[in-house]
Each structure stands twice: as C-alpha cells, then as structure tokens.
C-alpha cells in the first residue's frame, strides 16, 4: 500500500484480522518480519530503534481507541508533553492546539475530570502538536458513543484537512471510513483495496 502525502486512508477488517498490527508497523512501532515500510522518505527497516524514535518524534503523531493520556498531567500537561520530550517547549503552540480542539476552558482538567470526547480531543491536541506530517489514528472513535465519536471524526477531518496532516486511521464504522479518500480492507492476511464502499 502506498499512502500520498495529505491523503486520508481508512483500514478496515474484522477483530483480530491485524489492523493495530499493521498501524504500528506503519508507524515505526514495530519492525516487519518480511517487507518494507518506507515512512516519510526512510526505510525504517535501515534505522535503529533510536533512529526511529527520532522519526517517530518528528514525523508521526498517533490516536489511540482508549486515549492514552497521563492520568497524573492535566490536559494541557499532556498536549505539551511531545515538544518538551523533543526539547521545544512551546506554551503558545500548546495553547493554539487547545483551542483547536475546543477545550481551552479544559486546560488545567486531569484526564479524569473530562469525558471520553474531551479526553480523545486532548490526545488528538497531544497528537498535533509537533505539527506531524502523517497521523495514525487505531479506533478513534471506538470508545465514544455515536455523536461524541462524530465530533472527534469531524476535528481529525479538519485537521487533516486545514494542515495537509495524512491520516491513517483503522476504524469498525464504515461510516467513518467511507468519509475517507481510500478504503483498505484486511482479509486473511491480505490487504485490498475498496473501490466502493457501502456503509
Ligand atoms: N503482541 C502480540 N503477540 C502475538 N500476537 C499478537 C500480538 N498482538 C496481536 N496479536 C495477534 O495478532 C492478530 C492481529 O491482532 P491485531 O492487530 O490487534 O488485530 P485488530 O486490530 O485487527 O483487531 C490477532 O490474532 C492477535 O491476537
Ligand atoms: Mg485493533
């Protein structure tokens, strides 16, 4: 498969069919037994894991079903957590991502004074903020109920779309993929791409 630059992708399959696999082999997560993933101009399979951690930092933000964030940092702690781990530190970015996912009035929260939506805005705040080239996103919406996970799809599409961020995204709702520009479907091992999508 190959992903062009600002495109969103969908990866669909049934449970256990190794869509998180693939994300994080995609990623940079995880190295491949066979085959190559070339992200952002590098063969990863040339890199070390250090290498790739450096990669990873700069290139790759990454949205997970059940958020991920820190439960000891609040919202904003969390967001600012990628550039102090890259050594900028950046408190206006931090506060621009914040309003971009609407939750100024947030940003002193811990995660568990937020609802599953804010807290999945957090992580896709925590995800922006090093302004990645591509986004992975495994079941964005997959913890949320049907209108939250419709606000959270919304902000990904806007940021995908408004910064030319790609968007890799694995997802059970067909809704969600169809509102993709392609559609893969894993099978047995096999990856395929969709050409019609029904919903
Ligand atoms: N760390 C692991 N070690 C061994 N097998 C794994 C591991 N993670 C996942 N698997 C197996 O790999 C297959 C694909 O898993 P996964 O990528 O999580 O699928 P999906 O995200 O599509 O539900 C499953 O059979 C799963 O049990
Ligand atoms: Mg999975």
């Known amino acids: 498969m190959s992903v062009a630059a600002g495109d969103s992708v969908a990866i669909v399959g049934a449970s256990g069919s190794g869509k998180t696999t693939l994300l994080g082999l ?9 085959g190559s993933i070339v992200l952002a101009g590098q063969a990863l399979d040339a890199l ?4 790739r951690a450096a990669l990873r930092a ?3 933000g990454f949205v997970f079903q059940s958020f991920h964030l820190l439960p000891s940092l609040t919202a904003e702690e969390n967001v600012a957590l990628p550039l102090e781990l890259a050594g ?5 970015r931090v506060r621009e991502v914040l ?17 599953g939506g804010e807290q ?14 591509i986004l992975f996103a495994d079941e964005p919406t997959g913890s949320l109920d049907h209108a939250t996970g419709k606000q959270v799809s919304d902000l990904l ?9 790609t968007l890799v995204l694995v997802t059970h709702d067909m809704h969600l993929a169809q509102r993709c520009q392609h559609v893969y479907r894993i099978d047995e091992g096999r990856l395929q791409r969709q050409e019609h999508v029904a919903a």
């Open 26 to 34: 995609l990623a940079g997560l995880d190295l491949p037994s066979r």
């Open 48 to 51: 070390d894991e250090e290498a």
């Open 58 to 60: 700069r290139e790759v």
């Open 88 to 92: 900028r530190e950046d408190p206006a």
């Open 99 to 115: 309003q971009a996912v609407g939750l100024s009035a947030r940003a002193r929260h811990y995660p568990r004074q937020l609802s």
């Open 120 to 133: 999945q805005r957090v992580a896709i705040a925590r995800a922006f903020v090093a302004r990645p080239r």
């Open 157 to 165: 599409f806007a940021l995908n779309a408004g910064s030319g961020t």
